[in-house]
């Protein structure tokens, strides 16, 4: 299987509990941002995105909450079941960050673990 | 269905042996990007593409070639391989640049001996 879960930090919780996974973003100035899951032996897939004229952004059993003042951003899953055992990444869209300007911008990840 | 193509998933070459990885995306995206994924370094940006025959450098792109002569193709092209580009490879795409979701294929597993 793909090793893209090595050397991450691990969350890991009980079925049915609620998951909270962070993020640390480094630009001031990104204003769109995206959680995405990433199973193994799978291509990334978006969960939810939020815009910074927002907080909160809700989805089906997921929520992303922003803090811009101190540039954070969390994922949370309610009633967390086997099925979201993945690893998680947040991106931001990084304007004028080094590198590519207004290319999405990925964090290493955390890896959720869902113990039945 | 909407999604990004990606073959072949699994690649064993040797040193030296130029190899194309293809990308084909059915959602009419202008923004097509390659990123490599190593255990550590998450995923890091090879090159982008805005549009037809528009490409551009990302973080890591020595090594390694692009075109987009059509809209909805990507290819990654590896003139000559070294084993320090084995990696897992995603296409993405997206409507718009940085400013709306990517949907990623689902992988090459690239190994170089």
Redesign the interface.
């Known amino acids: 299987g793909e090793s893209v879960g090595l050397h991450l930090p691990t969350l890991s919780v009980q079925e049915g509990d609620n998951s909270i996974i962070n993020c640390a973003y480094s630009n001031s100035a990104s204003d769109y941002f995206i959680w995405y899951k990433q199973e193994s032996g799978k291509g990334p897939q978006f969960i939810i995105d939020i815009r910074s004229n927002m907080d909160k952004r809700q989805g089906q059993r997921v929520t992303v909450l922003l803090n811009k003042t101190v540039k954070h951003l969390s994922l949370q899953i309610a009633a967390t079941q086997p099925g979201d055992s993945a690893v998680y990444f947040c991106a931001e869209n990084g304007m004028n960050y080094g590198g590519s300007q207004g290319n999405l911008i990925f964090g290493k990840g955390t890896k959720l673990s869902v113990k039945p | 269905e909407a999604q990004?193509t990606q073959n072949p998933r699994y690649l064993i070459t040797v040193t030296g042996k130029k190899l194309t990885v293809t990308c084909s995306q059915n959602m009419n995206h202008e923004y097509m990007?390659w990123y490599r994924?190593d255990?550590?370094?998450?995923?890091r940006?090879i090159y982008?593409s805005m549009n037809v025959e528009v490409t551009?450098?990302?973080?890591v792109p020595e090594g390694y070639k692009v075109s987009r002569k059509e809209k909805r193709n990507f290819p990654l092209i590896l003139e000559s391989p070294s084993p320090n580009q084995t990696s897992?490879y995603?296409c993405?795409s997206s409507l718009l640049?940085?400013?709306s979701?990517?949907?990623?294929?689902?992988?090459t597993?690239l190994t170089v001996t």
């Open positions: 990004v990007s994924q255990p550590g370094l998450g995923l940006q982008y551009d450098k990302g973080d897992l995603f993405a640049q940085g400013n979701p990517l949907h990623f294929g689902n992988g597993r």
